[in-house]
């Protein structure tokens, strides 16, 4: 297998990895809210922060690296656009599904609506905000040379955590932890490509990092600096692990389908452990919390899949995709305003 496939292959298998990763978070939410969890369960949902949302946001910069280096308008079309169709339409879903069952039962205030979207996205969709504001992030930074680069860098890093010292917010806080990994990812792209072409490379990275772990835990790191220090070392091994499962093609092949189809599953995911959540009877969340957070994390990915599957059957591509339409519509748009 060539080098480049290869690099490919683990990218997907990360963002698989990742995507599963974040699923079994959010059951983990909604089994907790109706009994006591396992101690090992919740130590491990704590420590596995440090690996799902890092390596994704990795593996996503590695993948926009080469659309950064090119006109604007190739980032807009390809990347901007989507996210703010796919913003705007899954906005007035979950506006309309919380109004019938709670689509995040823990929070304490009603959901962000439309009118809220660029100060405050709502719930999970700060996610795909995060990967439409990196983006041009990624390009402005990318014209940039030298010194020049590294200030823009740091400017917008900035900018970021400034952000979440004057809200205090769960997304705030995310905008800023991941953009160095999403930017790690743009700018570090040959490297890791390097870094993953020998397995004797990918396990010096893993021992690295395994032992970086091991040293933060005797070290007083707290609060954020803790936060980006384990997850750079978990984001680490997860590289080494996404790479590793290479060597299994079943295995591998599965989960880079998964990567490949993350947008659908997490759009669809919250939706449906929202609504399980409302229809379970509370006596049974509270007898096996743990079955109902493995329960709900194996039934809404496979019925995530399945719902995008008949949406696009039924014409309904566009809860995921911009619209032809819309897009020859902009097109029109751009040539009546383009010179000559």
Request: aromatic share 12%.
């Amino acid at each position: 297998m060539k080098a480049n496939s290869e690099r490919i292959d683990w990218i997907d298998t990360a963002k698989g990895a990742s995507i599963l990763l974040v699923v079994l978070w959010h059951s983990y939410l909604f089994a907790r809210l109706g009994g006591d969890m396992p101690t090992e369960v919740t130590r491990l949902n704590e420590w596995l922060i440090y690996a799902r949302m890092p390596l994704f946001f990795l593996a996503s910069g590695i993948l926009t690296a080469g659309l950064a280096r090119r006109p604007i308008a190739q980032t807009i079309r390809k990347r901007v656009l989507p996210m703010v169709w796919i913003l705007l339409v899954w906005t007035v879903i979950g506006s309309a599904i919380d109004a019938v069952v709670p689509l995040y039962p823990w929070f304490t205030r009603p959901l962000p609506g439309l009118g809220e979207i660029l100060w405050s996205p709502q719930g999970e969709l700060w996610f795909i905000y995060a990967l439409l504001a990196y983006a041009v992030m990624a390009w402005l930074v990318l014209t940039q040379d030298g010194w020049r680069r590294l200030a823009l860098l740091g400017g917008l890093f900035g900018l970021l955590a400034v952000n979440h010292l004057l809200r205090e917010e769960f997304f705030t806080r995310s905008f800023a932890l991941y953009y160095p990994f999403y930017m790690a990812g743009v700018l570090g792209a040959p490297y890791m490509r390097w870094a993953t072409e020998r397995g004797s490379r990918v396990l010096v990275v893993a021992a690295v990092c395994a032992g970086g772990l091991l040293i933060s835990l005797a070290l007083p790191l707290h609060g954020f600096t803790k936060l980006v220090v384990r997850s750079a070392l978990g984001a680490g091994l997860g590289v080494a692990a996404a790479y590793g499962l290479q060597s299994l093609p079943a295995a591998s092949a599965w989960m880079n389908s998964i990567g490949r189809r993350s947008l659908p599953i997490y759009l669809g995911h919250m939706p449906i452990m929202a609504i399980l959540f409302a229809l379970l009877p509370e006596p049974w969340m509270a007898a096996a919390p743990t079955v109902v957070w493995i329960g709900f994390a194996g039934i809404a990915v496979p019925a995530a899949l399945m719902i995008e599957q008949v949406a696009r059957s039924l014409g309904l591509g566009w809860l995921y995709a911009v619209p032809d339409p819309v897009v020859m519509r902009l097109r029109e748009v751009k040539q009546a305003w383009t010179p000559g």
